[in-house]
């Protein structure tokens, strides 16, 4: 035979002085897509959006593809360093509407 204590409230209703999940801090979600600018060497802007976890080298296969370029002729540099092919958004610590430099080796 169960005893329940007729002073606690059943376990499915939260005491007043429990902690609600309306009281906890509003925290935003984790950004999931960032915009990026590629800034050519005479002066275009091309806009591309993407996952912060996606590897630029998907971002500069695809401005390669779009502006007609060799892969192994361009480089993307973000703030003074060479962009690697794993880099992420992420992994740089981007920012939203951040931009990296294309440089054209030919």
């Known amino acids: 035979m169960t ?3 007729k002073d606690a409230p059943p376990a499915d209703i939260p005491s007043p002085d429990s ?6 801090p509003a925290n935003d979600p984790p950004q999931t897509h960032i915009n990026i600018k590629i800034l050519r060497q005479e002066g275009a802007t091309l806009n591309y959006m993407i996952k912060m976890t996606t590897p630029l080298d998907i971002l500069m296969k695809a401005y390669c593809i779009g502006s007609d370029l060799p892969m192994n002729g ?14 992420t958004p992420l992994s740089l610590g ?13």
Do not use: C, K
């Open 19 to 24: 902690p609600s999940s309306n009281d906890a």
């Open 74 to 87: 361009v480089r993307l540099m973000y703030n003074g360093r060479q962009v690697g092919r794993l880099d």
């Open 3 to 5: 005893v329940l204590n």
């Open 94 to 106: 981007m920012e939203e509407g951040e931009s990296l430099l294309a440089f054209h080796d030919f």
